[in-house]
């Protein structure tokens, strides 16, 4: 008996996977179960909003290409006939292209999406590790969410497969058509469908980017298993990553045999420094700031080589190179194209203040405004002020309603922080102690602002001075100053 014991240890220590296994199994995992479900319906309305903008991208280009077919067969009928036929063609293969696009499979079997994209990856490795794992320490809820979750993530990663179609048969399109009519005076509905394809892939970019950044929901669910050693070595055999660049020494069999040639980080230093001596170091050469690489080989050319980079970065940005989408786009892009109603809507304070008269007490008018954007460089508007009495201030100062207004807005863009800015009002100048007060339409006081605005940075809120010149004020009874100053907050 005391021999079987001394042996027990010795049995439980294998080296490679078994002990891996054995950590994770010996292991408690606590899951989350809110932050999983929560996560899961992002992912499900992320996968509800790519496959609708996909819809719709796909329907408006089928009608855009439709309404080219009719102009072109106006002209020529037989190459009318002829882009009908390709229309017809062309739109039944990718919708049988679509139809293909299934799930994921068995929990071991590759992603859907045929696109390294980290945040899914990451994810998607870690549910299938999850479920692969005899996880005793879990409950039937957690089971059952990670069930839920791979299923939602499956959703979410068919969405994604499904637009790559679409980008590409949009693109494809766009090249198809442009070329053999562009001599034809379509030039109209040709930069339709550019725009059609610019603006598609930009958004489809904004999707996969909210992927990609590892929000709160996500790193939770992830920091449950992160730490494990079984994890860390189901991540480097099983990820979608390791099936497209396979190291050596690697036990995916996924991937195949490894990469011809590719080295290792160690292979790599030890070659470094045989030729340039004990000394040259690539970590070595990447330190800075602390003088502790003056005496590498390669410090030297690091930095010359950093700086080339960086002047090749800088010129390919200035023409809309690296991930940018700007070098497709033959037209000024407007970047609100894509963002939804709420993200466009521009709500605003401002205030007015008047002195006091012979005829009213000095009052401040303050204003609530609600914006549209419809490009980066217009903004119209609405909004309904209240204007506050004072009395007579330092002398007496009496709290009152003095009044109420209406008014509209247009706001454009001169140049840098300078805005052209214009709008209609009606203003009603006499206390009011209810609502109905405010009926009687002949007692509103009409106004036609035009002036001048610079926006500013007041800590995180942008901020704005107006000085206006109302072009009514003549007719105003009584007479009421020309210009007006206001202040203005984006809240």
Same mark, same amino acid.
């Given at each position: ?56 991208? *796909?329907?408006?280009? %089928?009608? =855009?290409?439709?309404? #080219? ?8 009928? /037989? +190459?009318? $006939? ?55 320490? *879990?409950?039937?809820? %957690?089971? =059952?969410?990670?069930? #839920? ?8 990663? /068919? +969405?994604? $497969? ?65 730490? #494990? ?263």
């Amino acid at each position: 008996m005391l021999v079987f014991l001394g042996i027990l240890p010795c049995c439980l220590w294998v080296p490679g996977n078994a002990q891996v296994v054995y950590d994770t199994i010996m292991r408690e995992i606590a899951l989350p179960l809110g932050p999983m479900n929560q996560l899961g319906k992002e992912y499900m309305h992320l996968a509800s909003a790519v496959q609708k903008q996909s819809n719709q991208v *796909l329907q408006q280009l %089928q009608r =855009q290409e439709t309404r #080219l077919q009719r102009k072109l067969a106006a002209k020529d009928s /037989q +190459a009318g $006939q002829a882009l009908a036929t390709d229309i017809s063609r062309s739109y039944q293969a990718v919708e049988s292209k679509l139809s293909s696009v299934t799930g994921a499979g068995p929990s071991h079997s590759a992603p859907v999406l045929k696109e390294y994209i980290p945040g899914i990856d990451s994810m998607q490795t870690a549910l299938r590790f999850l479920a692969i794992h005899d996880l005793s320490s *879990l409950s039937p809820a %957690q089971l =059952q969410s990670i069930k #839920l979750l791979n299923g939602q993530l499956t959703s979410l990663q /068919q +969405a994604l $497969q499904r637009a790559n179609i679409i980008q590409d048969f949009v693109q494809q399109r766009q090249q198809q058509l442009t070329s053999p009519f562009q001599s034809i005076e379509l030039v109209k509905e040709l930069a339709g469908i550019r725009k059609t394809a610019y603006y598609y892939k930009s958004q489809l970019d904004a999707y996969k980017a909210a992927v990609q950044d590892p929000d709160k929901l996500a790193s939770k669910v992830l920091s449950a298993v992160r730490d #494990l050693p079984a994890f860390q070595h189901f991540m480097q055999n099983n990820s979608y990553l390791s099936t497209l660049f396979r190291v050596p020494g690697s036990t995916n069999a996924v991937g195949g045999t490894p990469i011809a040639g590719l080295q290792t980080r160690e292979q790599v230093s030890s070659m470094i420094a045989a030729r340039l001596g004990p000394g040259a170091s690539f970590p070595g050469a990447m330190e800075t700031g602390d003088g502790n690489n003056a005496n590498n080989p390669l410090a030297g050319g690091m930095e010359q080589a950093q700086r080339q980079l960086n002047d090749w970065k800088s010129k390919i940005s200035q023409y809309g190179g690296g991930s940018s989408t700007a070098a497709t786009a033959d037209f000024q892009p407007n970047s609100q194209h894509n963002k939804t109603l709420w993200h466009r809507l521009v709500v605003g304070l401002n205030m007015q203040s008047v002195q006091s008269s012979a005829f009213i007490p000095a009052y401040s008018d303050i204003a609530l405004t609600l914006g549209y954007k419809i490009n980066d460089r217009s903004v119209v508007g609405i909004g309904a002020a209240y204007k506050l009495g004072w009395g007579q201030p330092f002398n007496h100062i009496a709290f009152s309603s003095q009044g109420a207004g209406i008014r509209s807005f247009i706001n454009w863009k001169l140049r840098g922080s300078i805005w052209l800015s214009g709008g209609y009002e009606a203003n009603y100048f006499n206390a009011f102690s209810n609502l109905s007060q405010l009926s009687n339409v002949s007692s509103w006081q009409r106004s036609g602002l035009i002036g001048l605005m610079k926006t500013y940075k007041a800590g995180r809120k942008d901020g704005s001075v107006q000085l206006l010149y109302d072009l009514l004020s003549k007719e105003h009874i009584p007479r009421t100053q020309p210009l007006v100053f206001r202040v203005g907050y984006v809240l």
